[in-house]
């Protein structure tokens, strides 16, 4: 790329940036319907999904779905811990515990 290729991207990517910041104040007035306002809701939960689960399920480039498998088997035990208690730093503390000693005994 050349030096002014780059300078355009940057400008290109700054535009955007300051345009996904300020429509919070330029569309202030527009009403959402309610049916997308719902699924908006789950954005959250879908985006931390999407970039859990395939941590998860992936391991040496591959999707792997055993008992070999410490990053599911700790995912699954954070995932019950949770359910129990919903307690959300307990799950993450005891989530990386159940990795670290499936880390070293498996």
């Known amino acids: 790329m050349s030096g002014q290729e780059v300078w355009l991207a940057i400008l290109a990517l700054a535009l955007a940036t300051v345009l996904t910041r ?21 954005a959250p939960a879908a985006a931390l999904a999407a970039i859990v689960v395939p941590d998860l399920l992936i391991s ?6 055993s008992l ?15 359910l129990c208690t919903r307690h959300l730093l307990g799950t993450i503390l005891f989530g990386m515990l159940a990795f670290t000693l499936l880390r070293l005994f498996l």
């Open 68 to 82: 070999a498998n410490p990053k599911l088997l700790a995912g699954v035990a954070a995932l019950v811990f949770f």
């Open 60 to 65: 040496d480039g591959q999707v792997t779905f």
């Open 22 to 42: 300020c429509s919070f104040f330029l569309l202030s007035g527009v009403r959402l319907p309610s049916r997308l306002l719902h699924g908006l809701r789950y």
